[in-house]
């Protein structure tokens, strides 16, 4: 039904990877004594500067080809650098959706030249994109997005507005998905996607700011953008389907359950000592179900290893929806078997990332696909298999 074609039991990581484990700890911990981060939750900060010295590492685009600036390493070998990257709650988002979906975005839909223009440059950390696609009556719903580009010499006029846009106010350019034909019965036809210069005129940036006052997502207003032809990402109408696959690579990661995994070490470091019966029981059940998510996420990442393009869709909705459940879980976990209050700018590590987490805990039910959508999505396979 779920993962049929899967044998999990060959899921293991090889030892070999073990010394990459460790080459990328000894970086981190080399950072962290220098003081170049703190560690944050939800993939971290914005820092240029460290996604370059990971670039320079070869840990951005590992997967890719050498020609794109890529390092043709495997995607068991890239699952691991996320890993540890999150576990140290490092400050990885200048480079994350670069490598995440966009980069594997151009390498499967875009041009020659588009490839040679963004992809050295994303391996080295130093280009920096955002994702447009939620809008204000559009969010869950993506097929109704009401952005549009019209047809004009020499390229197209882009105008409408994207929502949720993750450090817009810091990237250098945004895959759009707008609509360049009317809207028919089928919502899925007449969308596309362009690759949108953020500096182009016409493009206003507007802060949505958390309660704390933090600045990461952003209202982005387009009026009369214009975007040449060379900046069609793929073709014009198959929006939908380019969108669909990016998403699969967005819901599949370790990221979408290990965004509080540095807080769940904070709490098996606070219960070290403790005897409580309730307390080993709600450890034990919590560490089964970290266990269980990442061989699927695993799975995933080893579909994308042996498959040009694997049909995942439903396995990475499936990953993102149970571990939403599981990252609040363990906030849960911390409220009923510590004494820990959230406290944001407390000198206490497991105090202070308590608070962050306490404030970002909607987040997750949103991004990336709400957690309705999700479960229809796992719903429509299940009634298939009836």
Known sequence: MFFSDTDFSALRLPESLNSLRDEI???????????????????GE??????????????IGMTWPRKYGGHERTHLERFVVLEELLAAGAPV?????ADRQIGPGLLRWGSEEQRMRYLPAMARGECC????????NAGSDLASVRTHAERVPGGWKLNGQKTWTSWAHKSSAMFVLCRTSPATQNRHEGLSQLIVDLSSPGITIRPIRFLDGAHRFNDVFFDDVFVPDDMVLGEIGQGWLQVTSELALERSGPERYMNTFPLFC??????????????????????ARFASLRRMSLAIAHAFSTKADPDVNTEAALVKDIGTVFERDI??????????????????EMERLFAEA??????????GGTTQVLRGIIARRLEATL
């Open 25 to 43: 700890r000894r970086f981190l911990d080399r950072e962290r004594r220098a003081g170049s981060f703190k560690p944050h939750l939800g993939h």
């Open 46 to 59: 914005f820092d240029v500067a460290f996604s370059r010295r990971l670039g320079e590492r070869g840990w």
């Open 93 to 97: 988002h200048a480079h994350w959706n």
């Open 129 to 136: 994109f955002a994702i447009g696609m939620s809008e204000p």
């Open 266 to 287: 904070l709490l098996l470091d606070a219960l070290k000592q403790s005897n409580d019966r309730l307390a080993r029981i709600s450890v034990g059940a919590i560490v």
């Open 331 to 348: 906030l849960e976990a911390i409220r009923t078997l510590t004494d820990t209050v959230p406290t944001r700018d407390s000198s206490d």
């Open 358 to 367: 306490t404030l970002f805990a909607p987040i997750p039910t949103i991004r």
